[in-house]
C-alpha cells in the first residue's frame, strides 16, 4: 500500500519523541473510512507509537466526520487572512503616519525592524527564546493531552526547521536595542509570529505586522 499519504514533520517527531507526519487535505478527499484506517493500521504496525495531523479548509469540514471516526481527536480553527498591498488602505496610512499605529506611551525612534542573520548566534537564540514563550492557545496548548513544555518547546523546533529553509527569511523587530518580536516568512507567505512574553498585549501587534508589509512592499511583493 502506498505510504507517501505521510508526509514527515521532523521538529514534531524531535518535539513529541514520536514520529510525526502530516495527511495532506486533497488526499484526504479521495478517502472513505476504511481506507484512512487501513493505513493508520499499517502505520501503526510499523511504529506502534505515532503522531498525525492534518488541516482542512472550511468547505471541506465535513472531512471532520471521516477524521472523527478513525481517531483524530482534536480540533483547531485557522483564519488565514489575505491582502493585496495597493488596495490596503491601512497599510497605505501606516506608511504616510507610522505614530499612529504606535500606543502613546511608545515613541517611534525606539523601534527598528531587521533582516535576520541567520548566522549570528545571539539573535538566533533570542528568536527561538521568544518562540517558546509568546504561545498559549493553539492546538497544542489547548490540548489536554499536550503538556505545556512540549507544547512550549515544539515552536523552538519549528524556528529550527524554519532556519534551516534557504526559502525562509525572518524580520524582527528591536525595541531600545531589544529583541521583541519576529516573523517568518516564505517569500509573500508569512508562516509564524511571535511577541516576547513582556510584550504580548502591549499593543505592538499592528505595528509589527503593518512593518513588515511595508518592509515585503520594498523587496517588491504585491501580496499576501
Known amino acids: 500500500m502506498n505510504m507517501t499519504y505521510f508526509r514527515e514533520l521532523p521538529y514534531e517527531t524531535r518535539n513529541l519523541g514520536l514520529p510525526s507526519f502530516d495527511l495532506n487535505e486533497n488526499d484526504l478527499l479521495t478517502m472513505d473510512s476504511t481506507l484512512l484506517t487501513s493505513l493508520l493500521q499499517q502505520k501503526d504496525q510499523e511504529c506502534q507509537n505515532f503522531f498525525i495531523q492534518t488541516r482542512i479548509s472550511k468547505q471541506n469540514l465535513k472531512l471532520s466526520y471521516l477524521l472523527g471516526k478513525c481517531a483524530f481527536y482534536f480540533v483547531e480553527v485557522i483564519v488565514t487572512p489575505q491582502t493585496t498591498f495597493k488596495n490596503n488602505l491601512i497599510l497605505e496610512n501606516f506608511i504616510k503616519n507610522k505614530t499612529d499605529y504606535l500606543p502613546k506611551r511608545y515613541k517611534l525612534e525606539n523601534f527598528k525592524l531587521y533582516s535576520l542573520d541567520k548566522q549570528d548566534i545571539n539573535k538566533v537564540i533570542k528568536i527561538k527564546e521568544i518562540a517558546k514563550s509568546s504561545f498559549s492557545d493553539d492546538r497544542f496548548h489547548l490540548d489536554f493531552k499536550c503538556s505545556k513544555q512540549i ?31 519576529f516573523m517568518a516568512r516564505n517569500e509573500d507567505n508569512l508562516i509564524l509570529a511571535g511577541f516576547s512574553a513582556n510584550y504580548v498585549n502591549s499593543g505592538l501587534g499592528d505595528f509589527f505586522w503593518l512593518s513588515v508589509l511595508e518592509k515585503m512592499i520594498t523587496y517588491g511583493y504585491k501580496k499576501n
Open 151 to 181: 507544547a512550549d518547546q515544539r515552536f523552538s523546533f519549528w524556528v529550527d526547521d524554519l532556519l534551516e529553509n534557504d526559502q525562509v527569511t525572518f524580520d524582527y523587530l528591536s525595541y531600545l536595542g531589544n529583541e521583541i518580536a
